[in-house]
């Protein structure tokens, strides 16, 4: 714990250094090919980063903040688009805001703010959940799955929000949620769009839907070329997962997840073609009824697709030991430093 601890330090100064000369070398290239070319090293730093560590959640961290997210804002950056547009006005945003899953809220009052209890509910649900990890032999493939499904969302919740708290107040403005509790999703895209991991969709819509649907709709008509736009939004979102995957296990990638993300984006992009017709406008579904088809299809074929390398590589029980050894760890040393001024009183 102790060495990844220091190689955390060492990673993350490299990774404030570097935007640091991204703010100040980079914002003084005009916006185009040649600011591209200016943070290209940094690109391909943040693609080694996440090599440094062994831990899962470390390597996955920095893979999902530096390799995913801000090499994409990045590269926006450099035509300037993406959040990282119009430039923050002070170095302290610039850095946070390229580093981390954030953005400033643009619309507080559209924003339903959940009570604080519902987190503390999450906490206490995903203890239990660890604690049923000691029983997972005797239960079913399906409530496996479950387990699984929940365990990743409720580890990004807990561990993003805090996050999303601290920053919030060293930096003196609102930010938006990361999530917006995406088991009340109605729809595929709802769940995606507007309620699972938000951040991915602000980066991937500028960076890859729009672009795609522009050049698309050139040739083909509106309907054929938004469908395009979300199915190349889907791929490249897997195959970026494809390399997280590879942080995570150091396997070789089976392609499974972009499977997955494959199949979800020409269903989402399926969905809304079908929500255009007049028959479905007329007719509306059950609000629980679309919920529990919308989660039940994600779980069911994250069980078919997205768990099955994590399960093989023991990626996801490594994630429960990692939590209960950080737990020991932080007990140990608040042990050491109570018995030392013990002591010395």
């Known amino acids: 714990?102790?060495?990844?601890?220091?190689?955390?330090?060492?990673?993350?100064?490299?990774?404030?250094?570097?935007?640091?000369?991204?703010y100040y070398?980079?914002?003084?290239?005009?916006?185009?090919?040649?600011?591209?070319?200016?943070?290209?090293?940094?690109?391909?730093?943040?693609?080694?980063?996440?090599?440094?560590?062994?831990?899962?959640?470390?390597?996955?961290?920095?893979?999902?903040?530096?390799?995913?997210?801000?090499?994409?804002?990045?590269i926006l950056f450099s035509f300037d688009q993406g959040p990282l547009f119009p430039i923050p006005s002070s170095i302290s945003q610039f850095i946070c805001f390229t580093c981390f899953p954030i953005k400033p809220l643009q619309n507080p009052k559209s924003q339903d703010q959940?009570?604080?209890w519902v987190f503390a509910i999450k906490v206490a649900i995903f203890g239990v959940l660890l604690q049923m990890y000691e029983y997972?032999?005797?239960?079913?493939?399906?409530?496996?799955?479950v387990?699984?499904?929940?365990?990743?969302?409720?580890?990004?919740?807990?561990?993003?929000?805090?996050?999303?708290?601290?920053?919030?107040?060293?930096?003196?403005?609102?930010?938006?949620?990361?999530?917006?509790?995406p088991y009340l999703a109605t729809s595929l895209q709802d769940f995606w769009g507007?309620?699972?991991?938000?951040?991915?969709?602000?980066?991937?819509?500028?960076?890859?839907?729009?672009?795609?649907?522009?050049?698309?709709?050139?040739?083909?008509?509106?309907?054929?070329?938004?469908?395009?736009?979300?199915?190349?939004?889907?791929?490249?979102?897997?195959?970026?997962?494809?390399?997280?995957?590879f942080y995570f296990t150091r396997e070789s990638p089976t392609g499974e997840v972009t499977w997955f993300f494959v199949l979800h984006g020409v269903c989402t992009a399926a969905e809304g073609a079908v929500k255009r017709t007049s028959l479905v406008r007329r007719w509306k579904m059950c609000p629980m009824i679309s919920r529990l088809l919308t989660v039940g299809f994600v779980v069911v074929t994250g069980g078919w697709l997205f768990f099955p390398q994590l399960t093989r590589?023991?990626?996801?029980?490594?994630?429960?030991?990692?939590?209960?050894?950080s737990i020991d760890f932080v007990k140990h040393k608040l042990f050491y430093l109570w018995r030392n001024r013990s002591l010395k009183s």
Request: hydrophobic residues 55%; glycine residues 4%; charged residues 15%.
């Open 25 to 74: 070398i980079s914002t003084r290239v005009k916006a185009g090919v040649f600011r591209l070319l200016s943070v290209l090293p940094i690109c391909v730093l943040f693609l080694l980063l996440p090599l440094f560590f062994s831990s899962v959640h470390f390597s996955g961290s920095a893979a999902f903040f530096l390799t995913w997210l801000a090499n994409f804002k990045l």
């Open 147 to 181: 387990l699984y499904s929940l365990h990743i969302y409720l580890e990004y919740v807990i561990l993003l929000a805090p996050l999303k708290l601290l920053l919030s107040i060293s930096l003196g403005c609102d930010l938006e949620p990361q999530f917006n509790e």
């Open 313 to 325: 590589s023991g990626m996801i029980d490594r994630l429960a030991d990692e939590v209960f050894l």
């Open 194 to 245: 507007r309620r699972w991991n938000l951040m991915v969709p602000a980066i991937l819509r500028p960076a890859v839907y729009v672009p795609v649907r522009r050049m698309a709709g050139r040739k083909m008509n509106s309907d054929q070329a938004l469908f395009l736009g979300v199915f190349a939004s889907f791929l490249v979102s897997g195959a970026v997962h494809e390399l997280i995957f």
């Open 114 to 116: 959940m009570p604080k």
């Open 1 to 22: 714990m102790e060495e990844e601890l220091k190689n955390f330090i060492k990673v993350w100064v490299s990774a404030i250094i570097s935007i640091t000369y991204c």
């Open 136 to 145: 997972k032999k005797y239960m079913s493939s399906n409530m496996i799955l």
